[in-house]
């Protein structure tokens, strides 16, 4: 059963930066794609971004130029880099990690954004 480690989240002023983490149990090169998606009480999970093994990203428009997903081959991790973060990006954030059968997720990280 592959684990997702995730890591990062916490209390942050509005205009203010965080960095999510994610490390997988198994190599980060088992799966096609990973990401983080967000999640706030009574919505869907969303997309935040993606990236893909050879290193493709992809994001919600809402976090463009403000977000950057990038990964570790060494220390086999993802990152989130989140900056000026608004209230609106306040949520639970999910590490996802595909391959080709299976989509596993994170226990989440708590993201909070104080106006």
């Known amino acids: 059963q592959v684990q997702l480690a995730e890591s990062g989240g916490g209390l942050v002023q509005a205009g203010g930066s965080l960095r999510l983490s994610c490390a997988p149990s198994?190599?980060?090169?088992?799966?096609?794609?990973m990401g983080w998606y967000r999640q706030t009480p009574g919505k869907q999970r969303e997309l935040v971004a993606t990236?893909?093994?050879?290193?493709?990203?992809n994001y919600a428009d809402s976090v463009k130029g403000r977000f950057t997903i990038s990964r570790d081959n060494t220390k086999n991790t993802i990152y989130l880099q989140m900056n000026n973060l608004n209230p609106e990006d306040a949520a639970i954030y999910y590490c996802n990690a595909d391959t080709r059968l299976f989509s596993y997720w994170g226990q989440g990280t708590q993201v909070t954004v104080s106006s």
């Open positions: 198994g190599s980060i090169f088992n799966f096609n794609v």
């Open positions: 990236i893909s093994k050879g290193g493709g990203t």
